[in-house]
C-alpha cells in the first residue's frame, strides 16, 4: 500500500491568488497524477507528474495554469495559478507503485472567493 | 479511451447482496475493468479489478460477461459502511485512470 499526505486539507483563496498543493507519499513510487472534482462531479485526470521532466497534461489543461514539480519519487505540488471561482474544486493527488491498483490522497477542498 | 455506462444510483437494504453493473461495449482486448469506490469526504479506493476471469477478494466479487462488454461489482452482504460512489473504470493505457460518471449506492438501515 502507499500513504498519502496532502496539504492543505482546505484551503479559501482569493481570486487572481495561486495555491500550491503538496502531495508526500511514504515510500518512492512510479507514476503520481492529479486530479481535480468538481462539486457534486467525478474525478478528472489533470496531469501526470514526472519526475525530472515536465508533466504530461490532459486535454484541457495546461502548465501555466496547472504548473506541476516532481523533484523526486516520494513528492509532487500542484500550483492553481490565476484563481476564479470556477477553480473551486477538490484536488487529488494519485500513486501507483505496481501497475495495477492506484492510492489516492484525502484532496485539498479550494474554495476561490 | 473506451467508456463506460453504470446507472446514477442504486439502493440496497443492509446485510443483501448488492449488484452494480457496468457496461463497456467498446472495451479491447488488454483493457482491465477496474473498480473503485469513493466514500463521502474521501478519496478513491480500490475496490478489485479483473481482465477475462471472475475474481474475488475480501471486500467484493467481479463477474466479468464472457464477451467482456459487461461486468458486475458484487458485495455479498451490504452494510451501512459500503455506501459510496462506485466507479467501473476501464484501464485503456498502462498507468492512467480516466473515472466516468459511477453509480451512487445508498445502504438502508
Known amino acids: 500500500s502507499a500513504v498519502i499526505s496532502q496539504k492543505p486539507s482546505r484551503d479559501i483563496c482569493q481570486r487572481g491568488t495561486s495555491l500550491t498543493i503538496q502531495c508526500q507519499v511514504d515510500?518512492?513510487?512510479?507514476?503520481m497524477f492529479w486530479y481535480r472534482q468538481q462539486p457534486g462531479q467525478s474525478l478528472t485526470l489533470i496531469a501526470t507528474?514526472?519526475?525530472?521532466?515536465?508533466?504530461?497534461?490532459e486535454s484541457g489543461f495546461v502548465i501555466d495554469k496547472f504548473p506541476i514539480s516532481r523533484p523526486n519519487l516520494t513528492f509532487s505540488t500542484l500550483t492553481v495559478s490565476n484563481m476564479s471561482p470556477e477553480d473551486s474544486s477538490i484536488y487529488l493527488c494519485?500513486?501507483?507503485?505496481?501497475?495495477?491498483?492506484?492510492?489516492f490522497g484525502q484532496g485539498t477542498r479550494l474554495t476561490v472567493v | 479511451d473506451a467508456k463506460t455506462t453504470q446507472p446514477n444510483s442504486m439502493e440496497s437494504n443492509e446485510e443483501e447482496p448488492v449488484h452494480l453493473p457496468c457496461n463497456h461495449s467498446?472495451?479491447?482486448?488488454?483493457?482491465?475493468i477496474h473498480w473503485y469506490r469513493q466514500l463521502p469526504s474521501q478519496g478513491p479506493e480500490y475496490v478489485i479489478h479483473?481482465?477475462?476471469s471472475n475474481v474475488n477478494n475480501r471486500m467484493a466479487s467481479l463477474a466479468i460477461a464472457e464477451d467482456r462488454k459487461s461486468s458486475t461489482l458484487i458485495l455479498h452482504r451490504a452494510t451501512l459502511r459500503d455506501a459510496a460512489v462506485y466507479y467501473c473504470?476501464?484501464?485503456?493505457?498502462?498507468?492512467?485512470?480516466?473515472f466516468g460518471s459511477g453509480t451512487k449506492l445508498n445502504v438502508k438501515p
Open positions: 473504470i476501464l484501464r485503456a493505457n498502462f498507468n492512467k485512470f480516466y
Open positions: 479483473g481482465l477475462t
Open positions: 515510500s518512492q513510487v512510479t507514476m
Open positions: 494519485s500513486v501507483e507503485r505496481t501497475g495495477t491498483e492506484a492510492f
Open positions: 467498446t472495451i479491447s482486448g488488454t483493457d482491465y
Open positions: 507528474a514526472n519526475q525530472g521532466s515536465e508533466a504530461t497534461y
